[in-house]
């Protein structure tokens, strides 16, 4: 894996590239080179993006979804005489039905939510790219990279390969940042890693309101077992 350094823009190609060519290229060969290659052609748009990744979260949902009903752990969860339907069958067709199109759906939302919280970083930083080139670049390893960890989920000896693949993953996210908005490394990885950041802030918010209502209820059962230790036995 090389990471080659970026082509002026005159030297690149206007031609448009197919699905299939893109993602291949995004997890075959990362380097600034082809993801701003990506974005100098015809058909960089948000709803490409979108169409993508969620034609990818949904072939990597079937996948997911079929892993577990050939592996007996929806007839083993007893899921299906909870909800008093057909033994064998009903399950996977409902999850297949609801599950995969609601996964999909979620899938376009974490992109729009991701790339927009990296964008409004990297421009904050001095970034040059547009929302819809980082949204493009961002897809075009997202949707393939979905499909091929489904794919390793469902074999037990390659499915710890994906662990590996996740940290990839975190690579290819700060490359097209980098490629997008043509900044340094640094710049990238920190645009990249905004969004961990919320969340981790997020989460931390809610573990403080948590606590500061628990506090109350934590308090007098510390001091009921405090006064049921001193207070001395008849």
Same mark, same amino acid.
């Given at each position: 894996m090389t990471i080659e350094s970026a082509q002026p823009p005159e030297a690149m190609a206007t031609s448009s590239q197919s699905w299939n060519e893109v993602w291949l290229k995004a997890l075959t060969k990362p380097s600034e080179a082809t993801y701003q290659d990506f974005i100098s052609r015809p058909g960089v748009s948000v709803g490409r993006a979108c169409?993508? %990744?969620f034609l990818g979260t949904f072939i990597a949902s079937i996948f997911s979804f079929l892993g577990? /009903? &050939?592996s007996g752990s929806l007839s083993n969860l007893g899921a299906e005489q909870n909800l008093n339907i057909a033994p064998g069958v009903g399950l996977p067709l409902l999850l297949f039905v609801? @599950? !995969?199109?609601? #996964? *999909? $759906?979620?899938g376009i939302i974490g992109l729009l939510i991701s790339a927009g919280i990296s964008h409004l970083v990297a421009r904050a930083l001095g970034g040059t790219g547009t929302f819809p080139e980082l949204s /493009? $670049? &961002? #897809? $075009? /390893?997202l949707a393939p990279l979905g499909i091929v960890t489904s794919l390793l989920g469902m074999v037990p000896y390659l499915s710890c390969l994906n662990a590996p693949l996740g940290i990839y993953g975190l690579f290819l996210n700060v490359l097209a940042v980098k490629s997008v908005h043509r900044f340094g490394w640094g710049k990238a990885a920190a645009s990249s890693l905004a969004l961990l950041a919320v969340i981790l802030v997020f !989460? *931390?918010?809610?573990?403080?309101v948590f606590l500061a209502l628990l506090g109350p209820v934590i @308090? @007098? %059962? /510390?001091?009921?077992?405090l006064q049921g230790l001193i207070t001395p036995m008849p």
């Open positions: 169409t993508w %990744v577990v /009903y &050939l609801c @599950g !995969v199109p609601i #996964s *999909a $759906a979620f /493009y $670049a &961002l #897809s $075009a /390893y !989460v *931390a918010c809610i573990m403080i @308090g @007098g %059962v /510390y001091s009921n077992i």
